[in-house]
């Protein structure tokens, strides 16, 4: 059973690109989340996705970022116009129910570097 | 919302020696506290987790002690080798209910195992 996967694993944008990171869950689970780590910080939330709905996005910038989970196919976070401040490592993690959710294994993160 | 603060940011300790790092969080909801170890340029791996019913528990070199009354928890390695220098977080999240999804993250302790 393969475990989270995450693409690409770099990604090198100009500022006001546009910088589409996917996510692929465990098989079977249905619960996705997203965290971001910045250089030398720790992991912050940004947005949990169950298919086809985001149930929240708290964590998430209100402009220039989205999130969406699809009935078929990976968990895209989707960046708008990114700045050098979007430069971090964002990682992805999935559980079969929202019970367990606080047990996370996390995807190999994909790393944005933002020119 | 929830706040963790981690202690020291750094730490290098001799092969061999005794390592703790320590966390505070402030919500008292909080009752699921993982440790993570990160080593550059990788995923973030869960190595020891403690619930609030608990406090101690161990795994081989690595312990891990709750004081929910104080609400500080930490992590210890005896016997420390090289391979275990790497980027510790500690975390908390309540169990279940509101923002159970939710993993607050610590910003982190490089430990540096000496030879």
């Not at chain 1, 720790?42 to 209100?62: A, C, T």
């Not at chain 1, 700045?83 to 994909?110: E, H, K, M, P, Q």
């Amino acid at each position: 059973n393969a475990g989270v996967m995450q693409n690409p694993r770099h990604l090198v944008r100009r500022r006001g690109q546009e910088a589409r990171l996917r996510c692929s869950p465990m098989k079977g689970h249905s619960h996705v989340y997203w965290y971001r780590q910045l250089p030398e910080e720790g992991l912050k939330f940004m947005v949990y996705l169950q298919k086809e709905n985001i149930i929240d996005e708290s964590g998430m910038p209100k402009e220039r970022f989205s999130a969406e989970f699809p009935k078929e196919g990976p968990s895209i976070l989707r960046i708008q116009q990114v700045v050098r401040g979007d430069s971090a490592a964002y990682f992805c993690a999935s559980s079969r129910t929202s019970s367990g959710a606080n047990v996370l294994t996390f995807g190999a993160g994909s790393r944005l570097t933002v020119l | 919302g929830e706040n963790v603060e981690q202690h020291p940011s750094t730490l290098s300790v001799q092969e061999g020696d005794s390592a703790v790092i320590k966390c505070t969080y402030s919500d008292s909801a909080s009752n699921y506290f993982p440790w993570y170890k990160q080593e550059l340029g990788k995923r973030p791996q869960l190595i020891i987790d403690i619930r609030s019913n608990v406090g101690e528990k161990k795994d081989q070199r690595i312990a891990v002690t709750l004081n929910k009354t104080a609400k500080h928890f930490s992590l210890h390695i005896t016997e420390t080798q090289p391979e275990d220098s790497a980027v510790y977080f500690c975390a908390a999240s309540p169990l279940s209910g509101a923002g159970s999804y939710q993993l607050t993250f610590g910003k982190g302790t490089k430990l540096s195992v000496i030879p």
